[in-house]
């Protein structure tokens, strides 16, 4: 399973942009990068994922490397209720020895200011 | 639409007692699995599934048995409970496949507390 880091939190002021870095220096030519976030301790929340272009949807943008080793999650204005932890994850793929499992980090805690 | 559904929301087990913790989806969704979140701590797999009849273990699953008889049910038993178990319990189901909608949805979560 690839591993990813993350930074453990992060501030941002509300209405700016949030930019969340994530390192995946191991990942593999047909893993997909996957980012969920967790508000309080409701269940997790999918947010987006790609493969190597950029990806944009109603919550957020996510920016992939050419080499793939780093993507960045982009929270265009954030508000005080993307306060969260946000995790990036690479997900194994699925095929005949690989089972698409989702393993877990420890996410970077978001903090979205006043 | 329902989605995941978790029951029961919360639970107080005695020391060596035994349960099982409902999971049920209604996406027709191949793939489902069980995590367990101690305070503080991120997710950690338990066990999980690619389909009817299919399970396998995860980086936790010491403790714990899962079966999946049917798409929809993924249930998840506790053997003999112990205070270590103590815990927030999600599943979770997603597509199979590749690229599009193979997104996780979560349930709301049981919390358990072994006394």
């Known amino acids: 399973d690839a591993k990813t880091t993350q930074p453990p939190s992060m501030d941002c002021a509300e209405g700016r942009a949030a930019n969340l870095p994530c390192n995946h220096s191991t990942i593999s030519g047909n893993e997909y990068v996957y980012w969920y976030r967790q508000i309080h301790s409701q269940g997790p929340q999918y947010i987006i994922h790609g493969l190597k272009n950029n990806e944009t949807n109603e919550m957020a943008s996510l920016i992939i490397t050419e080499d793939r080793k780093s993507s960045t999650l982009i929270l265009p204005h954030a508000t005080l209720r993307d306060t969260a932890v946000y995790y990036c994850i690479v997900r194994d793929p699925w095929g005949s020895s690989n089972t698409g499992k989702l393993i877990f980090g420890q996410g970077t805690t978001l903090q979205v200011k006043p | 639409n329902a989605g995941v559904t978790q029951t029961p929301k919360f639970q107080v087990l005695k020391t060596g007692q035994s349960m099982t913790l409902q999971c049920a989806q209604d996406m027709n969704h191949e793939y489902m699995s069980w995590y367990r979140q101690d305070p503080g701590m991120g997710l950690r797999l338990i066990h999980y599934s690619v389909g009817a009849g299919i399970t396998d273990q995860g980086e936790v699953p010491n403790g714990y048995n899962v079966s999946r008889s049917t798409t929809e049910d993924f249930p998840l038993r506790l053997l003999s409970a112990a205070p270590s178990q103590t815990s927030v319990y999600f599943c979770?189901?997603?597509?199979?496949?590749?690229?599009?909608?193979?997104?996780?949805?979560f349930g709301q979560g049981t919390r358990l507390t072994v006394v």
């Open positions: 979770a189901s997603s597509n199979r496949g590749r690229g599009e909608n193979t997104e996780a949805f």
